[in-house]
């Protein structure tokens, strides 16, 4: 019998009543796309950053050195030079954005390969240079994901969709991080080494590249931008060739130049030769980043990069542009800066165990942080995108001065609880491990607000793309917001043995203010991204 709706008094059949059903179905099959694209998008950004670090530490490597080498997270700061050309070209079979999908995830898994296969102790150049492969391949696949998230998504769907990517991105950042540090304690873990844990990540990787190809939806409506074919690829080449450019002369010349200016001032510091070395290190490679962006700039204009052109003219279009760029950087930028050595400090510093810091710091760390996640997503859809941002920034602010209290003797001092020895097959602890309750707790109000925090901020940045430009836009406000993640590494590492650990944690919460101020002075525009296309 059909249905009868007493409101509108007519008679609803089984295709009216199926309806909604199937939409539901459609949004919750979304969904689970956009966690499983969070997964692969995570898994392989640790095995550049925090796990690498890990295995360096363990390696030998001093403070300073790691914090350079967290360089080779460059890709993900310049990855909107190459994203235009996933926005303008499409690979054969898979349709709009999956067959790059499929192609970038089968690289990473062959060059993680490659890198369980190099000692970082007797080939760090070549460590560094494959670990630098690995990081371009996993910045071009998140340009994928984020663009192929961001058209797959209605408006309404965002909030929940960016908490659930964070969700999947931080599952995948719990094995990567997490896991992995307790497989490799040779006491406590399963005795595993870092080749190991690399070899193991790169099938993972494959195993996400088989769920691209066969799971995911195909985009309905989209439209890959206007341009000519070879201006498009001459124009890369010509970017490419500038970038290349700018990386010789400041090889050639960064350091004498950076020398002469800087030397003088370093000279009647205290700070050891080393130290000051690093300074100089550090202030190359800032003059080569001035030289380098507008020399590419002007190779793309010469060359008629039109894609890259057009979706950045769409971009700065919008009311408030600029200001939302500082934002960008900013919000993030304190929590970037405390945590870029977050592993070392841990570890070496405060004299924490490698399954200690594994369980706390990356796996209750971890899941608190999803908690977070899921919690903003929540609380987005009562209050709003701009008041949503502004409590979280202000958490995040706060929780950065944990650290500075751990530094400074909080170690010990809430006592703590022993984890009892466990083997669920994939994760064992050898014998019990004690928990520092000061540890446990600084890491839950850092993750909980950065959670949050993220959530709200990649539904954001989510809502000021055009579609037509996706991958463009998006890349480029992410490379953005990876500023803090990538550029704060060297800065940190030498910060940290100049000033630190106290001073340096005390540093991280200012620099989280700036963002909170420029928030509130864009209030305005911020609030009409929240309200519905008329």
Partial sequence: ????????????????????????????????????????SGLPLALTGQAMQAWLTVDGL????????????????????????????????????????VLTQLVLAALLLLLAETSP?????????????????SASQDVVVDAYRTDLLPAGERGLGASLGVMGYRLAMILTGGLALIWTDAAQGGGWTWPEVYRFMAALMVGCAVVSA??????????????????????????????????????????AVARALAGPLLEGSALPAALRSRWIDLAALLLGIALTLPLAAWAARRARFETLQAGLASYFAQPGAWGFLALIVLYKLGDAFAGSLMTPFLLKSMAY??????????????????????????????????????????????????????????????????????????????????VDGALLMVVACE????????????????????????????????????????????????????IGWPVFFVLSTVLAAPALVLLWWLRAPIRALEAPPG
């Fill in 1 to 40: 019998m059909a249905a009868f709706d007493s409101k509108t008094s007519s008679v609803r059949g089984p295709a009216a009543i199926a309806a909604p059903w199937r939409q539901r179905l459609a949004a919750a099959h979304r969904l689970a796309v956009v966690t499983l694209l969070g997964f692969a």
């Fill in 62 to 101: 001093d403070l300073a050195a790691i914090g350079f080498l967290s360089l080779v997270g460059l890709p993900y700061t310049f990855k909107f030079l190459w994203a235009p050309l996933m926005d303008r070209f499409e690979l054969p079979w898979f349709g709009r954005r999956r067959g790059w999908l």
């Fill in 121 to 137: 102790r007797e080939s760090l150049r070549a460590f560094a240079l494959l670990a630098f492969a690995v990081a371009f391949a």
């Fill in 214 to 255: 066969l799971l995911l939806p195909r985009l309905r409506h989209a439209v890959a931008p206007a341009s000519v074919a070879r201006h498009d690829l001459a124009g890369f080449v010509a970017v490419l060739a500038a970038v290349a450019f700018g990386a010789w002369l400041t090889d050639r010349f960064g350091t």
């Fill in 353 to 434: 165990g490698s399954a200690e810091v594994g369980v706390v710091n990356k796996v209750i760390g971890l899941w608190l942080t999803i908690g977070g996640a899921l919690v903003g997503g929540a609380l987005m859809l009562k209050l709003g995108l701009w008041r949503s941002l502004m409590l979280f920034g202000v958490l995040q602010l706060a929780s950065n001065l944990g650290f500075w209290w751990l530094a400074v003797g909080g170690k010990g001092s809430l006592g703590g609880a022993v984890l009892p020895a466990f083997d669920w097959g994939f994760v064992q602890l050898a014998a019990a491990t004690p």
């Fill in 447 to 498: 993750n909980i607000s950065g959670g949050m925090g993220t959530a709200a901020f990649v539904a954001f940045l989510m809502g000021l793309c055009n579609q037509r430009f996706t991958a463009t836009q998006y890349a480029l406000l992410s490379a953005f917001a990876s500023v803090g993640r990538v550029w704060v590494g060297p800065l940190a590492g030498v910060l940290a043995e100049s």
